[in-house]
């Protein structure tokens, strides 16, 4: 079900549980390390949104430094070790989710 906004909704929660600001019901009561991980969308995408976000959250320009904490990886049109796992992960297989996400994130 695409262009229902899920994106944008994510991509905004993201940001503000990021930064540890209050937006609209979200009131995080401090900043939390926030990874994105976007199955339909490009990484161009997910970027073009997340700074489209940022102008709309603050405006002025001056994002909090937090923000840093919001790290959005696109797995579009890959499939790797996160989608071929079934069930309870042995260590084995929570090893590779682990080197997945440290190789996705070394990208960005």
């Known amino acids: ?9 994510i991509t905004r929660m993201g940001l ?3 930064a ?9 009561t401090r900043s ?6 976007a199955g339909e969308d490009s990484q161009e995408e ?11 959250l603050w405006p002025d320009g001056q994002p909090p ?3 840093d904490n919001f790290i959005p990886v696109s797995v579009m049109g890959k499939l790797g070790p996160l989608m ?4 309870d992960l042995s260590p084995g297989e ?9 190789a996705a994130r070394s990208r960005y």
């Open 1 to 9: 079900m695409g262009g229902t906004g899920k994106g944008h909704l």
């Open 16 to 18: 503000v549980l990021a």
């Open 20 to 28: 540890g600001q209050e937006d609209g019901p979200l009131k995080p």
């Open 32 to 37: 939390f390390k926030v990874g994105y991980i």
């Open 46 to 56: 997910i970027v073009r949104r997340t700074i489209a976000a940022v102008g709309a």
């Open 65 to 67: 430094p937090e923000i």
């Open 84 to 87: 071929q796992l079934t069930g």
């Open 94 to 102: 929570r090893r590779k989710v682990v080197e997945a996400l440290n």
